[in-house]
């Protein structure tokens, strides 16, 4: 079963607007981790934050992380064409083993 | 990815034959995963593995089985491949679980 389920399934943006991407989840965790995935491609890891960590930011990303909600959101400001991917969330809560979400596919429009 | 590699890229197979996929690793992490994505799904974990001969199921283990003899290479095995292992699969690496690195993936059919 999945642990962390996305919000929205998908998203179509403008380039140069921001998007957000939210995550719940319903067991404790140690960390949370968004990834990207191209399509075709493999994942790659976008960012980390731990569980006693609120807020957390990484060029253009800004994570956020409520604990007491379970829930943790992406945001991407002033997007790109280039940032048109799949985005998951995965949490890590024991044995560093992660668990996904199904995903949101964020279209960038030019 | 740099670091990690998985072989076949592509492979159709017939329905009862066996399948080994693998996974090799230059960085000498010692987790490493398998996982598999289907269209909604997201991303399921099949086993993995957390050091040399060390591996536990995962979340769908069934009709699957891994092997592990040293650290860069992860051997995953369809014991008698279904049309439901149609799917991409994906190994995973890590060191101490900040941020896991994914191979590129392998594309099967079972017909």
Redesign the interface.
């Known amino acids: ?2 642990q962390g389920e996305e919000d929205p399934q998908a998203l179509s943006i403008q380039e140069g607007e921001n998007a957000t991407m939210n995550c719940s989840y319903k067991t404790s965790i ?2 949370l ?1 968004w ?1 990207r995935q191209n399509s075709g ?5 976008l960012i ?1 934050i731990r569980s006693n960590e609120r807020e957390k930011h990484s060029g253009r990303l800004r994570v956020t992380l409520d604990t007491s909600k379970k829930s943790s959101s992406l945001l991407i400001t002033a997007s790109r064409a280039a940032d048109t991917a799949s985005y ?1 969330c ?1 949490t ?1 809560g024991s ?9 949101t596919l964020l279209t960038v429009n030019p | 990815d740099a670091g990690i590699t998985q072989s076949p890229r592509h492979k159709v197979t017939e329905t009862g034959t066996p399948v080994t996929l693998r996974c090799h690793q230059t960085e000498n992490h010692r987790y490493m995963y398998w996982y598999r994505q289907d269209p909604g799904h997201g991303l399921r974990l099949i086993h993995y593995s957390y050091g040399v001969k060390d591996t536990d199921k995962g979340e769908v283990s069934d009709g699957y089985s891994v092997s592990r003899s040293k650290t860069e290479d992860f051997l995953l095995t369809l014991e008698s491949a279904t049309s439901s292992q149609t799917s991409v699969y994906f190994c995973a690496i890590t060191d101490q679980g900040y941020g896991y690195t994914f191979g590129s993936g392998t594309r099967l059919t079972v017909v």
């Open positions: 079963s999945q140690n960390n981790q990834y491609r493999g994942l790659v890891h980390l998951f995965a890590d044995n560093y083993k992660l668990t996904f979400g199904k995903g």
